[in-house]
């Protein structure tokens, strides 16, 4: 019954709109009409596809809301992106809107089918009313009974027909394509990890916190602790003093190791000063020497941030460890939604990117680039120079 009330509602409603429409299409062809109606026709005429879209799409809605009302089926929108742009031509380019329009024509015959599957429940009372009313002869009141008995005891069987039809139609052509449901997949994976290199990079910085408020502040007292008692007590036995002074060079190990681990974590110095100090240090660390030329005027989110500097650690890593370099220059800028950063050395050259060769370090920085939807190339020809550039969406 449902049904039937809404095929009822949607036909009217879409029927209504598209005959006014090509009236109005008609009369401007046919020039019929004095000034005023012909104003009125193209009204008419320019008005008509927005309305019968915004039925379209309407009446979709209500049928979602029935099925998932009545007949517990929830069938999901398909993704809209790029559908309403030019609005409202978009919409009627897109393949869905002519599915939604499809399902509606269709539908009509659902609607002429739950028509019938009613009287087949209303069967007994319109025999009823008929023996009443028409008093026929015996036979065919039989007949008319039998016939109420018959429609009475197949109305659930054929209920069950149509509503598999009608499930089955709006899953077809109300429910998103396989296109779009890729589509949709595509969406929720990239809101997935967006959120888990979020969540990873919070958790970095909440461990960072920790232990540089915890564990380091007590290594540091530790080796405080230790050298004034290594520097005091000078007048006890030697075996005493070189207990006290191998276990202060263990504590001033100790901390520079937890150092270098928290930084390694996540600087703090990105938090409170931002990549180029970050990467300033970097470049002051490092065992070779780094040219560094930082052109970010406006930030990118944390977590980028955070990506280019350790691709730009890591690159320097790697550099130090296999490129027998002398020299390495770093360049970080942003340009438009893009972060693009550039490590180049004058090394030995040769390194090769991903499976076919190449090391974990390099692995990990293409790993880096894409866990945040970026790109990662390597340019190393024997002999060099080896060029590593990435790009990193800014807001991603």
């Known amino acids: 019954m449902a049904a039937l009330l809404v095929a009822a509602a949607g036909s009217a409603l879409l029927g209504v709109i598209g005959v006014v429409w090509v009236a109005a299409i008609y009369s401007l062809v046919t020039g019929a009409g004095d000034a005023a109606h012909v104003a009125l026709y193209v009204v008419a005429a320019i008005v008509g596809p927005v309305a019968e879209l915004w039925a379209v799409q309407g009446v979709t809605a209500l049928q979602r809301s029935r099925l998932r009302t009545v007949a517990g089926t929830d069938i999901p929108a398909g993704s809209h992106t ?201 470049a002051a660390r490092a065992p070779l020497p780094v040219r560094l030329k930082v052109n970010v005027p406006q930030p990118a989110a944390p977590s980028i941030e955070a990506v280019a500097y350790f691709i730009v650690s890591e690159a320097i890593t790697n550099v130090v460890k296999h490129a027998q370099a002398t020299q390495a220059d770093v360049t970080v800028a942003r340009d438009g939604d893009l972060l693009r950063i550039t490590v180049t050395d004058n090394g030995l050259g040769g390194a090769v990117l991903g499976d076919a060769g190449g090391g974990t370090g390099l692995r990990g920085l293409m790993q880096r680039a894409a866990s945040v939807d970026g790109t990662l190339t390597l340019d190393s020809p024997p002999g060099g120079p080896t060029v590593i550039a990435a790009e990193l969406p800014c807001e991603s």
């Not at 539908?107 to 599957?117: E, H, K, M, P, R």
């Not at 209303?122 to 008995?149: K, Q, R, W």
């Not at 994976?189 to 990079?201: G, H, P």
């Open 82 to 282: 790029g559908e309403r742009k030019p609005w409202p031509i978009g919409p009627w380019l897109s393949a869905s809107t002519w599915r939604q329009v499809a399902f509606h024509l269709l539908f009509l015959g659902i609607g002429t089918a739950a028509g019938v599957v009613a009287v087949c429940w209303l069967a007994p009372a319109l025999a009823i009313t008929y023996l009443i009313v028409g008093a026929p002869s015996g036979a065919t009141a039989a007949v008319s009974c039998a016939a109420a008995i018959i429609l009475l005891f197949s109305a659930p069987w054929l209920a069950r027909q149509v509503a598999r039809a009608d499930e089955t139609l709006a899953k077809a052509l109300l429910g998103p394509s396989q296109s779009e449901e890729l589509a949709l997949r595509l969406e929720s994976v990239t809101r997935s990890r967006a959120a888990i290199v979020a969540a990873t990079d919070a958790e970095r910085r909440r461990i960072e916190r920790d232990l540089h408020d915890g564990a380091q502040q007590r290594l540091v007292s530790l080796a405080m602790n230790l050298g004034m008692a290594r520097a005091r007590f000078g007048d006890v036995p030697e075996p005493v003093k070189q207990v006290i002074a191998e276990a202060h060079e263990e504590a001033l190990h100790a901390l520079s190791e937890v150092r270098e681990f928290i930084r390694g974590l996540h600087p703090a110095v990105l938090n409170d000063r931002g990549l180029d100090a970050a990467l300033s240090g970097l």
